[in-house]
């Protein structure tokens, strides 16, 4: 049983102790207004927890997914720049590096420090845009260095853009989902 599970029984239990303190209590007697005050904070502590539990409960899932984001974005960003650092000894040409200096100021603007996600969005849209990030730099860096042909840099902006427009927030009449 995880803890969000545990801590809702509590409280329930919680409120039927409550409950049953006010039960036994007659209509007269003196105690009753204050048993069935500390019923309704009971009710209530309890009602607040289980407009919480959804967001506790997707907390864990949410860090992971954070710290999958960053490590992937430094990833790209370390291959971008170990394919720029190639240029120095010749083993690729100079014009890479306009394509090559973006993507890693891209990725480490991104990705070199860790950023609290949303707890109402989807989080699988955050860890797809990161890979799609990450598939871009290894495919641009194949086609520096030789290993692809010229023609995989389509692929490589095609999958960069796609990134780009996966990580961008859903906006619905001006608010986020």
Known sequence: MDKVT????QLQNDVGRHQGATAALGPGDPGRPQ????????????????????????????????QFVLWTRRG??????LTAAAVIPGWVAWGWLLLLLPLLFIALGLGWKARP?????PQGRHRISAILLALSALAL?????????????VGALALAAA???????????????
């Open 6 to 9: 545990a801590r809702f029984e």
């Open 35 to 66: 048993a069935f005050a500390d019923l309704l904070t009971a009710a209530d502590t309890l009602i607040a927890y289980a407009a919480q539990a959804p967001a506790l409960r997707a907390e864990p899932a949410r860090r992971a997914t954070e």
């Open 76 to 81: 790209a960003a370390a291959v971008a720049a």
């Open 117 to 121: 996600l949303p707890p109402a969005r």
């Open 141 to 153: 860096a194949a086609v520096a260095i030789g290993v692809l042909s010229a023609w995989w840099i």
């Open 163 to 177: 990134s780009f427009f996966t990580g961008l927030p859903d906006e619905t009449n001006g608010r986020t989902k």
